[in-house]
């Protein structure tokens, strides 16, 4: 199994993901001015709304806070994705993550159609609204990072995702299967659950 977000720029030839990406630049992000890539957490992982992107720059920055997410994370490029291709070839793309994969989760649902309709009107694609909209404060954060746990067995998480942790809060609880024995996760550094 391929990563598709792994495959950019692609090829003609190679796998069927390398081909898939490469048709998807030919055919489609190379004849456009912006993109939003939309995903989802991995397999039994929830993500908070977010945006990724190189909001540093003050174009990109400009769309990632127009899309009103309650989280916008400063991201890095990462080889061999949609984004970073669209980057060599000089085409913004917003990555919006939320929700689990193999789930509706309607609320991120609605937040990302709401998201990608307030990108429209900031590059001018809808008109403005008539109505007077609040725009959503997202929190930026300047980079990610995950606390693993020392060793394995089964988690309850203890915070909730959107929740703002303290160093050495608790993020979680692991035990093996008969809850004998058991530790807690804890927050290295100050933050924001995001997953």
Not at 64 to 89: K, V
């Amino acid at each position: 199994i391929c990563d598709l977000n792994r495959s950019f720029p692609g090829s003609r030839k190679g796998s069927l993901a390398s081909q898939l990406a490469h048709l998807l630049m030919d055919e489609v992000v190379s004849k456009s001015t912006i993109g939003i890539d939309l995903h989802t957490g991995s397999m039994y992982r929830s993500n908070l709304p977010q945006i990724r992107a190189l909001v540093e720059d003050d174009e990109i920055g400009d769309l990632a806070r127009s899309f009103g997410a309650p989280l916008m994370i400063n991201a890095g490029l990462r080889d061999g994705s949609l984004r970073g291709a669209a980057a060599d070839i000089e085409v913004p793309v917003l990555v919006y993550e939320a929700g689990e994969a193999l789930r509706f989760d309607e609320s991120s649902i609605k937040l990302g159609v709401r998201g990608i309709i307030n990108v429209m009107r900031h590059v001018g694609m809808l008109p403005p609204t008539k109505r007077k909209a609040s725009a959503r404060q997202s929190i930026f954060a300047e980079s990610s990072f995950w606390e693993r746990a020392p060793e394995g067995g089964i988690v309850r998480t203890v915070t909730a995702l959107g929740s703002q942790v303290e160093a050495d809060g608790i993020l979680g609880i692991v035990s093996d299967p008969f809850g004998d024995h058991q530790f807690e996760i804890r927050a290295k550094e100050p933050g924001i659950v995001i997953g």
